[in-house]
């Protein structure tokens, strides 16, 4: 077999392997990454609903944007940014109060990014399975 053929062969394997390696830490942590958001949220309830904002985190693994395969998301995706980083309540055209940021976004995406990294790592140097 010709050299450069046996080469691409191995390093198209591998390039499946680490695919398959990245996928798996992503379900994992995206998994757990649920469950820290849907425990720190704040829980307001919806309009006129009985769900809360925090039962309401879901992964969707089926976006491939930026490379990446999973993406984690609220159904209420409008709440998110006013309670993360707070706004001033209006009534009537004026301005009279401040809800204040409940950060719970931002650890949980600090988290992630520190955990997809290190596990991820951890496979490769371990020989991907």
Known sequence: MDL?????????????????????VETAVSKEAIKKLKSTSPKAKRNGGHKHYADDWKVDNKSKKHY????????????????????????????????????????????VKTEVEQQIEKQIKGGLG
């Open 4 to 24: 450069t053929k046996e080469i691409n062969s191995i390093l198209q394997e591998y390039a499946s392997a680490v695919d398959k390696c990245v996928l798996e």
């Open 68 to 111: 990446a395969h999973t993406i984690i998301h609220n159904k209420q995706y409008q709440l998110t940014h006013l309670l993360e980083k707070g706004h001033d309540i209006v009534r009537n055209g004026k301005v009279v109060g401040h809800a204040n940021a409940q950060p719970h976004i931002k650890p949980v995406e600090e988290w």
